[in-house]
């Protein structure tokens, strides 16, 4: 028996859209919930979301096969990688890359020997059932799925190195801290932010990538959607929570 296919790999290899969104609120509750939602991925946030190895594993038993998951760790460490596949997660974006370097090894840590240098301990692992399935170790690195996010001007530097390199399914653009990079903070909408934002996302998919960004804006989701991005992050469960109840405290009080 080989390991899982992973859905989101083969969508967005065959350019279909992928719709998701940020999972901040460290909870197994609402992550089991918002995987009936109907997005197509959920993404288990190390970065700036409060999770660590066992609340991620929480979440991810929570979500199960209802929906693809993604997670991204706090930094692209090898240890880091090694253990989220391990808890059977298939596809991570890792944040902050800035060297086609640094994007190589997290390709490797994402490939068994010969082709990597992920540890080889799937036989107690949750990632191959705990060594029920069999051919795991052979078939799992056709499954995995690796997004190296782009977020600064020294990883724009580096990005045509980066898609040069075989192993890396998409890359992903942060839209908040390059725009604080690039000398406008908290305004990814400045006009040369969004122009290399652009210019990016069609880098990315002329060389045959996937393209990925976040963005809370409906229409400006649209927009991406149209230019051929696939992976795309719609909105946050933090945003979602607090702009709802916000907004009906609101219309309770105004009565």
Not at 147 to 166: M, V
Not at 191 to 220: C, R
């Amino acid at each position: 028996m080989p390991a899982p296919k992973n859905a989101l790999k083969a969508a967005l290899a065959a350019k279909t859209v992928q719709h998701g969104i940020w999972m901040n609120l460290v909870s197994p509750i609402a992550a089991e919930a918002l995987a009936g939602v109907g997005f197509d991925w959920l993404l288990i946030d190390g970065e700036h979301g409060p999770n660590d190895i066992p609340t991620i594993l929480q979440q991810v038993q929570a979500i199960g096969s209802r929906t693809n998951i993604v997670v991204r760790p706090p930094v692209g460490e090898v240890r880091l990688v090694k253990q989220l596949l391990d808890l059977g997660v298939q596809t991570l974006l890792i944040p902050m890359i800035e060297s086609a370097e640094h994007a190589a090894q997290m390709v490797k840590a994402m490939l068994y020997p010969p082709h990597g240098n992920r540890g080889v301990g799937a036989s107690v692992a949750r990632a191959s059932d705990y060594g029920r399935i069999a051919d795991y170790i052979t078939t799992a690195n056709d499954q995995t799925c690796l997004i190296l996010q782009i977020e600064s001007r020294a990883g724009l530097a580096a990005l045509p190195d980066i898609l040069k390199l075989d192993g890396v399914d998409g890359v992903f653009i942060g839209p908040a801290d390059l725009a604080a990079d690039m000398g406008y903070p908290g305004n990814a909408n400045a006009p040369e932010v969004q122009e290399t934002i652009d210019a990016t996302l069609k880098a990315i998919m002329a060389s045959g990538k996937s393209a990925g960004i976040l963005t809370f804006d409906p229409k400006t989701a649209a927009r991406y959607q149209a230019m051929g991005v696939t992976f795309l992050g719609v909105g946050g469960d933090v945003a979602i929570l607090t702009k709802a109840a916000t907004a009906l405290a609101a219309g309770v009080k105004a009565g």
